[in-house]
C-alpha cells in the first residue's frame, strides 16, 4: 500500500468517527501530560548537570563513587534475590504435593495462595517486627526455651522474610498452574523408558515448568526491588527505593541522585518483565491430550500424609503471622518485652476513628475517583482499540499498559518535578504537584493497565453484531455505546473499578512523595505516619486493619463479578 | 532403514489371564485371556471406548488391574511399576519433550539404564539412521513434521531393545496418505527387528493391513482374535461381522425337513439349505462382494441359491457400484465391480440376487 492510500484510509476512518478521534486525542493528551512527561522528565534529570544544565554522565559516577548508594544497590538486589528464592523453596514442596498426590488438604493450599495477597507487605512488616524481632515473641520464647536468638528481622533479613511470606503465594500459584499444564503422556513416555521418582520430576517435570515459574519469579523480584513502604518501615534505609525517597524527601527535588536511582528502578522494572516475556515466548508446553492433562496422581501413604499435614501447618502459621500480629497489635494496648500484649482494647480503633477520620474518607474519595476515571479511560481505549481502525490506537494502548512498568515512587517524583512549578489556578499558592487531586490521578495512572485489561476483556465478550443491529435501527455511536456496549461489558467494568478502588487503601510509594499534609493522605500513608512512634503502633495496626477488610472484600467481589461474567459467557462471542 | 539392531532372540510373548479392571464401579475390562506370540505383530481393534486403550495402558503398567496376571516373556510383571518393565510405548500424542533436542530424546532411555557414553551415541545414531532422521538429530520436536515426530517417537523406544513394543493408535494423527505410508514403513521396520508388537487401533483397514492377528475387543470383552482373514471371513459373531467390513444379516432359524437342514429367515421369504447346523434361532452373513445382481429375467448362475428383490439404491463408489436391494423385508447389499462402459441398473429394476452357499455364514442367535 502506497503512502498516500495509506494517508487516505486514515483520515477517511478520521471522519468516519469524528467523536471518537477527539477522545483519543484527549486521553492521548492526558496520558501525555500526566504519564509520559512526568516520567521523561525523571529520566533526563538523571542526565543533567545540575550547575549547567547540560547532558552528563557525571549523576551516576558519583552514584557510584558513593559507598552508601553502591551498597543500596546491591542490598536491593541481594534482598530482591533473596526474596524469590526463599519464596520459591516454599512454594516447591507445596506445589509437588498438589501436583502428585490425591491430597485434601490441596483446598487449604489454594487458600493459603490469597491470605498473604490480600495485605500489603508494609503493613504487616511492624507486627512482624513484633513478632520475629530481637525481642519480639518468637525470640523471647527460644531464650527462654533454648537460650539463642535468631536474628529474623536483623535489617535486610527482616524485609527478605516479610517480603518472600508476602509473595510466596504467587509463585505457589504460578508453579501450581505451570505443573498442571503439563501433558500426563509426557512424565508417562518417562516412566515407560526406565525413569522415576526425583529423578522424573528433575529431568521432565520441572524444566517444562520452569518457562511458567520464569515470568512469576521476575515479577516478583520488580515488586521487592522497587518496594518503598517495608524497608521504610522497618527502618532499613540503606537500599534503593528509601535512599531515593529520603533524598528527595530531605534535599528537595534538585537534587539529581533521587532521579539516577529511579532510573534504576525503572531499567530493572523493565529488565525483569522483558525476562518474563522471553521466558514465556515460543515455549507453548501446554498440551491438550484425551484423558486430561495434568500429572497422574496417586494416594498418599500414612507417613506421607502426616509430613504433609505438619508442613501445610507449618507453612500456614508463617503465612498467617503478620495478620496476627496485626490483630494482636492493634487490639493490644501495651506490647513490649513480652510474647503477648499486656492487655486487649477497642481504643486503638476508637482513636483511628475520632482524631483521624480523614485517612478513611479520603481513602474512599480517592480511591472511587481514580476508579472511575480508570473505567472511563479504559473503556474508552478498549473500544478505540477493539472497534475502530484509527491510526495510533495500539500505541494509546502500549503506552497506557506501560505504566505497569513504571514504580509508583518515580512516578511520585515525576510529578514534584513536573508539576511543581504550576499553581493550581483557583486555589492560589497551591502548587499543582501537592494538591490532593494529583494523589488522584497519580494512582489513576498506576492502576489503569489492569482496569484497561479487564475492560479489554469484558469488550470481546460483546459480539460486534449486537451494536450493528443497534445502528441499522438508527441509533448512533454514542447512543449504542450507552445503550448497548456499556451494559453488557458492565462486569468487566465493575472488576476493573474494583482493582482500581483496592489500591488507594495500600499504594504507599508515591503516596509518600504527594502527600504534604497528613490531611490528604489515605489509608496507606495514615499507617506510615502512625508506625513511626511505638505509641502510635496501635493506631497504625487498627488502620492496618482497616486497609486489609477494605483490599480483602475487594477482592472477593472482583472475583464474584469475573465468575458472574462467565457464567453469562453465552451473549455473545469474541471477534 | 538399513542394518538390524539385534536378532529375534530378544522379543518375546506376552500373556493375559483373567483381566478384570474396573474404574470406581465402572467395569472396563471383563476376563481378558490373551496370548500374544513372541515376533507377533499383534492389534487390538474395537470401537472407541472399548477398552483398547486401558488393555495396552495395563501392559505397560500405567494401570492396575483387580484381578488376573500379567506374563512377559515367563515372568509375572503384574506388580512391576512402568519404568522397571523395560516395554517400549509410542503414545498417540508422541510425548516428545519440546526441552529436549530429537538425540537428546531419543538417548533417553539408554541414559537411564546407565549405557556408557560412546555406547549411547553410537546407537543413537545408528536408531535414527534406521528411520531416516538423523540430519535432523540436532533439531527441537516443533521443528519437526508429524510424520517425523512419530519416527522419533518409534526410535526413542526402539533404541532400548525393548521386549515389546506398544503403539497407542500412533497413526491417528497423522493424514490419509502419511498413514499409508508410515503404516507400511512400521511393518517393515518390525519384521527387521523380529519385535513383539501390541498395535491399538480403530481402524480396520489398518489392522488388516498390517497384524499378523487381531483380538476384536467391544465393551471390555474379547470378542474373537484370529487372523485378519480369518476374522473377515468366519466372524464369530455378528459384532465382528459387522465391525470387519459390511455384512448382510438375516435372521430366522434353522428348520429340519426330510433329513435336510434349511434355513429359514424369519420373514418366510428366504429359504437355504445349510450343509450343517443344529435347529434353533441363529443368523446368516453374507459379504456383499459375494452376491451377484442381474436382471430378472436372465438365466441363473448353475450352483447358486436365487432370491428375487429389487433396487431400491445405488452408490457409486469409485471401483465398485452398490446396489441395495429389497429382498422381502430386508434391504440386502450387493456390491458389482465397476468396469468401464458397463451399465448401471436404474432404481426399481427387478433383479435376481445369487449366492453361492458355501460363502453364507451361520451364527447363533443375534
Known sequence: MTISEWGGEAISEFRKHPGLTAVMLLISLFLLVFLVIPVAQVIFAAFLDTATGEFTLLNFKDFFNTALFRESFWNSMYVGGMAVLIASAFSMPLAYFTSRFEFRGAVIIQSLGIIPLIMPPFVGAVAMLMLFGRNGSVNLLLEEWFGINIPFMEGLNGVIFVQSLHYFPFILI??????????????????????????LFRRIVLPLAMPGYVAGASLVFLKVFDDLGTPLLLNVNNMLAPQAYLRIASIGIKDPMGYVISVFLVVIALGSMWLAMLALKGKDYATVQKGGGGLAKRRMRLWEKVLAWIIILMIMALVLAPHFGLLLLSFGSIWSFSVLPDAFTIKHFARIFAETPEYMTNTVLYSSLAGIIDVVLGTAIAYIVLRTKLVGRQWLDYIAMSAVAIPGLVIGIGYLRTFFDYNVPWLEDQPLATWWMAIVIALSIRRLPYAL??????????????????????????????????????????????????????????????????????LSYGIYVYMQSAAGRGAGAALGIAAVVVVGLCTLFSHIFVERRQRTLGMGQTN | MNNTLHGPASSVSV???????SFGKTRVLKGIDLQIRSGEFFTFLGPSGCGKTTLLRLIAGFESAQTGRVIIGDREMSYLPPWRRNLGMVFQ????????????????????????????????DKTLDLVGLLDLADRRPSQLSGGQQQRVALARTIVIEPQVLLLDEPLSNLDAKLRVQMRRELRELQRKLSLTTIFVTHDQEEANTTSDRIAVINNGVVEQVGTPMDLYDRPANLFVANFLGVANVMAGKMEEEDGKIFFRSADGVVTVPIAEGDQGPCSIVFRPQNLTVCPKDASPIPGTMQMAGKIEQMEFLGGVVRYQVAVGSYSLLVDEPHRLGEQVMPDGTPVTLSLNREQIITLGAI
Not at chain 1, 508453579?175 to 526425583?198: F, H, P, T, Y
Not at chain 2, 500373556?15 to 479392571?21: A, K, Y
Not at chain 2, 529436549?100 to 530424546?105: A, E, G, Q, S, V
Open chain 1, 174 to 199: 504460578n508453579l501450581s498452574a505451570a505443573l498442571q499444564n503439563i501433558d500426563r503422556a509426557m512424565e508417562e513416555s518417562a516412566q515407560n523408558l526406565g525413569c522415576s521418582g526425583m529423578r
Open chain 1, 453 to 522: 485489561r479487564a475492560c479489554t476483556a469484558a469488550l470481546q465478550q460483546v459480539s460486534v453484531s449486537l451494536e450493528e443491529s443497534a445502528e441499522n435501527l438508527g441509533a448512533g455511536k454514542f447512543t449504542t455505546v450507552r445503550r448497548i456496549v456499556v451494559p453488557l461489558m458492565a462486569g468487566g467494568i465493575l472488576a476493573g473499578f474494583i482493582t482500581s478502588f483496592a489500591t488507594a487503601a495500600v499504594e504507599l510509594g508515591m503516596t509518600l512523595m504527594l502527600v504534604s499534609k497528613n490531611s490528604d493522605g489515605p
Open chain 2, 15 to 21: 500373556m493375559l489371564e483373567g483381566i478384570n479392571l
Open chain 2, 93 to 124: 500424542s508422541y510425548a516428545l519433550w519440546p526441552h529436549m533436542t530429537i538425540r537428546k530424546n531419543v538417548a533417553f532411555g539408554l541414559e537411564e539404564r546407565r549405557v556408557p557414553y560412546t555406547e549411547i551415541n553410537r546407537r543413537v
